[in-house]
């Protein structure tokens, strides 16, 4: 807790008061820190300030000067903007009020290449950068979010206080769900894919919703087995508010509001960015692409609807699967896109040069942030086991769970495809999972493609790794090649 502070000094400035910024603010509150809070809009932050309760430690200041002037030092300022260009402008504002060693914590969604030219930017400038993934959504802000910080490491020390205690607990020691990431844009990588994760959880259980409707399941029967999962393995936030959503009905008491709210998916970015910076690696974020195109495809409304007097498919009512089946999918789901989700950070921990504790970041988000789960606790046991897990399938006891839950993956995905039910993520799932349990795959034919239109090249089974082979495949190209070819 912040030492006694008096009411003309704040222990932490707070830009940008919507909804999640308020809702952080009163929580350092609640915690004892006296925070200044500044709005573009004046009137938002005097009515914010104003409908406080006494003694809740909230200073209001009406311009960037002000704010700055009443922060403790080295001065502390969170902004709760909106990614992008304004995130600059205000860092822009805020440069030459502030002297050497003070810090700027942005706790948006920023992409995270753009908070490594921040935090170059400002160490040129003397001033300490700080990307704070949030998660945790408007309750997380409130009463304790998953917080992952990131950036510079000098600033550490300085902002791990305010930020451990706004935070949730875990585990039996409530261990805060918020500790240092790592260096340059890591914070905001990890929010980043924790977000992607998100996506392919989202539409996992839409997926296993749409195949229990077909199994002839109505909504509040699905809320049930829902609620019933929440008691297992799949115990998580994001199971238990779909047993809310779909027990809940319409203003007349009957219609489920399930099939009342349009299927257009909205998406603000951070499950697209996941893919890209997927690909830029080399990580095959699968599940996470067909979550991310599955909600492309439900934004085109008036498409879709004219494509159903069109395009006709030789279907069959859904059987040969059970609930217990579609539960198997879902876990397997689940697990096979944490586990790209983990081989991803994997990777970017070596190549981006972040330096990411695998183990850490389960444990930052087993509450707190969307994607809080039971068997986080397990993930973090497996990396902290063994740090260089190639693959979260290869841990023992994932290895054992996977197996198992593939048959019930396998006969879902069989169900749903004879009768002509959409699941993209689950298929997605049992097809990386084939591709990755076969030690020859079917890409020899693709290499061979290439070498014979482009002479790109090819490696030989016979032969060892990074040997390149080039043959005239028609007879007319001669030796020459256009360099070996990188997967």
């Not at 007349?252 to 998916?265: K, R, S, Y």
């Not at 399938?393 to 996977?402: A, G, K």
């Given at each position: 807790?912040?030492?006694?502070n ?32 500044y ?20 200073i ?47 706790g ?65 020691d409530d ?67 779909s ?21 257009a ?93 695998l183990?850490?970041?389960a ?11 039971r ?5 973090a ?26 048959v ?80």
């Amino acid at each position: 807790m912040a030492e006694e502070n008096s009411q003309d000094r704040a222990d932490v400035g707070l830009i940008g008061l919507a909804v999640m910024g308020q809702n952080l603010a009163l929580n350092m509150a609640d915690n004892g820190y006296t925070v200044a809070a500044y709005n573009r809009t004046t009137s938002t932050m005097t009515e914010f300030v104003a409908s406080a309760e006494d003694g809740q430690n909230l200073i209001a200041a009406e311009t960037l000067e002000e704010l700055v002037s009443v922060l403790e030092r080295p001065r502390k300022i969170m902004l709760m903007v909106k990614a992008g260009p304004v995130v600059d402008k205000v860092i822009d504002s805020l440069m030459p009020l502030l002297e050497e060693g003070d810090i700027i914590i942005d706790g948006g969604n920023s992409l995270y290449t753009d908070t490594e030219e921040r935090v170059s930017r400002l160490a040129e400038a003397g001033l300490l950068f700080v990307g704070a993934g949030v998660s945790g959504g408007e309750v997380g802000a409130r009463f304790g979010p998953s917080i992952m910080p990131g950036g510079a490491a000098e600033a550490w020390p300085e902002v791990q206080g305010f930020l451990q205690a706004i935070a949730a607990v875990a585990g039996e020691d409530d261990e805060p769900c918020c500790s240092w990431v790592g260096s340059r844009g890591a914070g905001h990588f990890v929010k980043m894919v924790h977000n992607g994760i998100e996506y392919g959880d989202m539409q996992v259980l839409s997926e296993a919703t749409a195949l229990l409707r077909g199994l002839g399941n109505s909504p509040k029967e699905i809320s049930e087995t829902f609620a019933e999962w929440n008691e297992g393995r799949l115990e998580s936030y994001l199971v238990e508010i779909s047993a809310e959503i779909l027990a809940a009905v319409d203003d007349d008491g009957v219609t489920p509001m399930i099939d009342v709210v349009l299927d257009a998916a909205g998406q603000k970015g951070t499950g697209k960015w996941t893919v890209i910076s997927a690909m830029q690696l080399g990580e095959p974020m699968m599940l996470v692409a067909e979550a991310v195109g599955a909600r492309i495809v439900s934004s085109f409304v008036e498409m879709r609807a004219k494509a159903e007097t069109i395009l006709s498919a030789e279907v069959e009512d859904i059987g040969g699967i059970t609930a217990a089946d579609v539960e198997a999918a879902v876990y397997a789901a689940k697990l096979i896109s944490y586990a790209q989700g983990f081989m991803m950070m994997r990777d970017a921990s070596t190549e981006l040069e972040m330096d990411l504790d695998l183990a850490a970041i389960a444990r930052l988000w087993r509450a707190g942030c969307i994607i809080r789960a039971r068997f986080l606790d397990d993930i973090a046991e497996a990396y902290g086991t063994n740090p260089n897990l190639e693959n979260l399938l290869f841990d023992d006891d994932f290895t054992s769970v996977i197996v198992e839950a593939e048959v019930g993956l396998r006969k879902t995905v069989v169900a749903a495809a004879k009768a002509g039910v959409a699941i993209p993520t689950l298929a997605s799932a049992l097809t990386f999972y084939d591709g990755i349990r076969k030690a020859r795959g079917t890409a020899g034919l693709i290499q061979a493609q290439r070498d014979y239109f482009g002479a790109h090249t090819y490696e030989r089974v016979d032969r060892p790794r990074g040997e390149f082979f080039h043959t005239d495949w028609a007879g007319t190209g001669g030796t020459a090649t256009s360099g070996s070819y990188s997967a």
